[in-house]
């Protein structure tokens, strides 16, 4: 049976909820990356303030996905500010154990959201070693670029990779 469910723009009242799926989000992600204390002490401030601060963000929309009043993924998008004519996923987030065809149907509305905004580039940093996602973004087109970054995330370095979509040319 299919789940009722909304991809809808959030709100400042779905801020409590976007930092809890994020904190579960990056406990069920990070899994095996950094160590287990690390992941059990989260500390999900710097999530409230970054989830805030987006919200009231111009040229910045968050989508989510919103599954019979429980809100399983969300999707931060807008103009890649390193790339001129380039849209970027800035962060994207999903509850461990969401139907993933619901997954997919949100990422699409976010790639949707950014071509139609005359983007037609969409540019993701992926966590190099999470094959998992980086198989899910090379199913939607994008390819790696070759291009890695180093970050500090909750105590540990972490690498990234960038993967970058293009869209089709247009036929005429």
Not at 81 to 99: L, S
Not at 105 to 128: K, P
Request: hydrophobic share 40%.
């Amino acid at each position: 049976m299919a789940v009722k469910h909304e991809l809808r723009r959030a709100t400042a009242a779905d801020c409590d909820a976007l930092v809890t799926l994020k904190s579960e989000y990056i406990r069920s992600l990070y899994r095996g990356f950094v160590p287990q204390n690390r992941l059990k002490e989260l500390d999900p401030t710097p999530y409230q303030s970054l989830l805030t601060t987006t919200l009231e963000a111009p040229g910045r929309q968050v989508l989510v996905l919103d599954a019979e009043g429980t809100l399983q993924g969300f999707a931060i998008l807008g103009a890649d500010p390193e790339n001129a004519g380039c849209g970027m996923i800035f962060d994207a987030a999903i509850r461990p154990g969401c139907d993933l065809l619901l997954w997919d149907e949100l990422f699409c509305q976010a790639m949707a959201s950014l071509l139609e905004q005359g983007m037609d580039r969409i540019h993701v940093w992926v966590l190099r070693d999470n094959f998992r996602m980086r198989f899910f973004y090379e199913q939607f087109g994008f390819r790696t670029e070759g291009v890695s970054r180093t970050i500090q995330q909750e105590g540990s370095e972490i690498q990234l990779t960038s993967y970058l979509y293009r869209a089709p040319d247009k036929l005429l």
